[in-house]
């Protein structure tokens, strides 16, 4: 008995681990099938020219920067022309992008901290204030500048513009000559090249913000003041905000074209969004308001005749607007077939004409 | 529209002129009767002007109801009068806007979400936010190119055939600008939650995961430590990722909401980094490539960093922090009467899930847990909502998320004591909104 509970325990046991085994073979299979689970039918492989077309980005460490080179003086030259309306002889304009230059001082460039950017009160931050890479004002401009012809620069005026905006901050001479050879060096120039942390908590999804609050939900320590609030003058400032609101529902815009009511609004009373802008009607939102086009459309019989049929019928016949009307006022039938049209007299006689006028040019 | 719209509520007429057993005439139908009995009520007056007076009888009813309107006796229009379907013509103040004086080129611009006027989670596609560096394009999708290339065996171009061709995923994502309640920093500056909160927006977006493509390419899985994105368009907006998160949950999208992506959207093709700030998601996509390093772009090194009060500047701060803000009722909104309110707004998280939302109407010492509506998924705006009685006295709104990490969003205060004011980006401060006894509601600061 002893012996033939050992051997079906026995049995068992190698049953399990062939079932095992069994699990883990089809574990691998499914495995290797993902891993070679390729699509060689769909997409095809780049070509080389392909890449050196589109592979443009120039890194930190000025990988992808290709070779080159420009001078603050010609760097000059193409500002005037393509860069100065936006940015400003001097890099300076804050009228249409802020500003490139300015902020920063020899000192900086020693330590490699704008001490600028310290100052609460400084009222702008330049480029070269934050400028930490120098790849990246390079690649930025070889990509994207001028604003409105990008890519447009050669390798060459790319260094020459690079070498101008570094000279409008006295990091570089005026006589200086940027290039792949020496860039380098002139990153090490950079007033705020000691001037980025890279904060990970932000940039792992698993990491722990640096600021934190508690879900006290009870009596919670709080200070309840006003420290902010909109002014007055600023009420109207978004445009009127009864106009940016639904029509319907809990509630509406506050009318910020005058001053906020004393006391609350009875319901009948709130101002809602004032209409639209009366648009001109056209003969074809007519057409769509009225059905017309039901049994009319552009250039096909539907029920009646097409626009562009009914334009060829009447064309050059002066009395077609004054019959037309009256057919589309009474109703009539047999020009065009047995199916009447019916009569319209809930439309204005003003309507009537600009759907009819619109009908003799084709519905145009 | 000439007329102002009525809010349902029923105004009593000048005259009490209806005697009981009439009133009792007109609720059996006799409608005839009342003609008769208004014509001889008001002495002189037209048809017109006794249907008038029925409209505003407090005994007869709702002129809405008593006058049958045009579209109830009228033939309606055809289908596909409209191929591609409108919003209502009554629906126009709902619509993405600048705010005035941020920006000074349209081109390098935002317009921002009205979120004021939305339900549930989704966005629709004509108002998702809009946040171009230099433009938009609508490319034609026939001649559009994307491209693989840098740390893998094999550089490749794929077609959008290609691309749709392809095993795809659909999900539902927050898409947040990184800048998004920027201008609240350092004290109040917008009136409304389209201009606070509105760089936020959710789609149901379809494409092809990242590690299929990467794999397809055979990326190298020992050195590839980052990828780049790049876009098609002038300004060739490029970003890095790591890796990390592109084999995680990055997609390369084609579709949002159901149909191809908007022309401002990127179509035909974006990427779709969900939980990281929207300048990742680059649109009109060309390109990605694996690299070992960083690329400190210009969006990297001049822009999208956050300027600290020792005057160092945070790098890569891509994820988007738990944050929550109450959409309804908010700035620049009237409530109508006193009773009740349901409260509703908006929570999610760059990390994961929203797991609750506690709502304050006391400025932020009470706190009460709202009700999250279903679906409630990660990396998603989640709609959440609580029951008001409002009596008419003054309240300040508050509305504070916390996510399946545990992080509790901050306090505008708080964020301030640690990164000062001057930061732009990642402000995912609890907003305020006070409701005032006239039933304005303004966006203010508590300190």
Not at chain 2, 143 to 166: E, S, W
Not at chain 2, 408 to 413: C, D
């Amino acid at each position: 008995m002893a012996k033939c509970l050992t051997y079906m325990w026995v049995r068992r046991a190698v049953i399990r681990l062939l079932k095992s085994l069994l699990v883990a073979a089809a574990l691998l299979v499914g495995i290797s099938a993902i891993a070679q689970q390729q699509y060689p039918d769909i997409g095809r492989a780049a070509t080389p020219a392909e890449v050196k077309a589109w592979d443009i980005d120039v890194r930190p460490d000025f990988k992808g920067l290709p070779p080159g080179s420009g001078s603050v003086a010609v760097g000059q030259q193409i500002w005037e022309a393509k860069c100065e309306s936006c940015h400003g002889t001097f890099g300076e304009s804050n009228e249409v992008f802020t500003p490139i230059a300015g902020g920063t001082t020899k000192a900086d460039m020693e330590t490699g901290r704008v001490a600028s950017l310290r100052r609460p009160d400084f009222p702008q931050r330049s480029t070269l204030m934050k400028l930490s890479q120098l790849s990246s004002l390079w690649d930025y401009i070889n990509r994207a500048m001028p604003w409105n012809a990008p890519k447009s620069l050669t390798t060459d005026e790319v260094y020459a513009v690079t070498a101008y905006i570094l000279n409008l901050g006295d990091i570089i001479p005026s006589d200086f000559v940027l290039s792949d050879k020496n860039i380098a060096e002139v990153q090490a120039r950079l007033p705020n090249r000691n001037g980025l942390v890279k904060f990970m908590p932000m940039w792992d999804v698993r990491g722990k913000g640096d600021v934190s609050n508690t879900a006290c939900m009870t009596n919670c320590a709080t200070e309840v003041t006003l420290s902010s609030t909109m002014p007055d003058h600023a009420r109207n400032a978004h445009g009127n905000i009864a106009e940016q609101n639904r029509l319907v529902g809990p509630v509406r815009g506050a009318d910020t074209t005058k001053p906020p009511p004393l006391a609350m609004a009875v319901a009948r009373e709130v101002p809602i969004a004032a209409p639209a802008p009366a648009k001109a009607v056209t003969g074809a939102e007519l057409a769509r308001k009225s059905t017309c086009v039901a049994c009319h459309v552009a250039n096909r019989k539907l029920v009646g005749p097409s626009y562009a049929d009914i334009a060829k019928k009447y064309a050059g016949d002066s009395s077609a607007v004054a019959k037309l009307m009256d057919k589309v006022r009474k109703g009539g039938a047999g020009v065009w077939g047995v199916i009447p049209m019916p009569p319209h007299p809930e439309m204005t006689d003003a309507d009537i004409k600009m759907l009819v006028e619109w009908s003799l040019q084709g519905g145009k | 529209m000439s007329q102002r719209p009525s809010s349902g509520r029923i105004i009593k007429a000048p005259e009490n002129f209806l005697s009981p057993a009439m009133i009792a005439e007109v609720q059996r139908g006799r409608r005839d009767f009342l003609r008769g009995a208004f014509a001889s009520a008001i002495t002189g007056a037209t048809a017109t002007v006794a249907s008038r007076a029925v409209a505003q009888s407090t005994s007869l009813g709702d002129p809405n109801i008593l006058e049958l309107p045009e579209h109830t006796k009228g033939l309606g229009q055809p289908v596909a009068a409209t191929p591609y379907g409108m919003p209502s013509k009554y629906e126009a103040n709902l619509q993405r806007r600048e705010s005035p004086g941020l920006t000074r080129v349209s081109a390098a611009s935002v317009s921002f979400c009205p979120l004021q006027g939305l339900f549930g989670i989704i966005t629709p596609s004509g108002l998702h936010f809009e946040r171009h560096h230099q433009g938009w394009w609508d490319i034609d999708p026939t001649k559009h190119r994307f491209m693989i290339n840098g740390l893998v065996k094999k550089a490749k171009v794929y077609t959008m055939d290609d691309l749709m061709r392809l095993p795809s995923v659909s999900r539902m994502h927050f898409i947040e600008c990184g800048a998004n309640t920027g201008m609240e920093w350092g004290n109040v500056a917008v009136p409304t939650v389209q201009y606070t909160h509105g760089m936020l927006s959710c789609c149901e977006f379809t494409g092809v995961p990242l590690s299929v493509l990467l794999e397809d390419c055979g990326f190298d899985k020992l050195k590839g430590k980052y990828i780049l994105a790049e876009g098609a368009d002038g300004s060739s907006m490029t970003r890095s990722i790591s890796i990390e998160r592109a084999l995680d949950d990055c997609f390369v999208a084609y579709a949002m909401n159901g149909e191809m992506l908007r022309p401002e959207n990127g179509y035909p093709l974006r990427l779709v980094a969900p939980g990281i700030q929207g300048v990742s998601w680059v649109k009109w996509l060309r390109r990605l490539e694996v690299g070992d390093k960083p690329y400190a772009t210009k969006d990297e090194t001049l822009h999208y960093i956050d300027l600290m009060p020792d005057g160092t500047h945070r790098q890569y701060t891509s994820i988007q922090e738990c944050k929550s803000v109450i959409t309804t009722p908010s700035g620049g909104q009237t409530l109508m009467d006193r009773g009740y309110y349901n409260v509703s707004g908006l929570a999610w998280s760059g990390r994961g899930r929203v797991k609750r939302v506690d709502v304050s109407f006391d400025g932020g010492r009470n706190w009460k847990t709202a009700k999250l509506e279903s679906p409630v998924l990660s990396k998603c705006l989640t709609r959440f909502s609580i029951g008001f009685n409002w009596d008419g006295s003054p309240a300040i709104l508050q509305s504070r998320a916390i996510d399946e990490t545990g992080y509790v969003q901050p306090q505008m205060r708080q964020l301030r004591q640690v990164r000062g004011t001057r930061s732009i980006y990642h402000n995912n401060a609890i907003q305020s909104w006070k409701l005032d006894t006239n039933g304005e509601v303004s966006n203010v600061h508590v300190g």
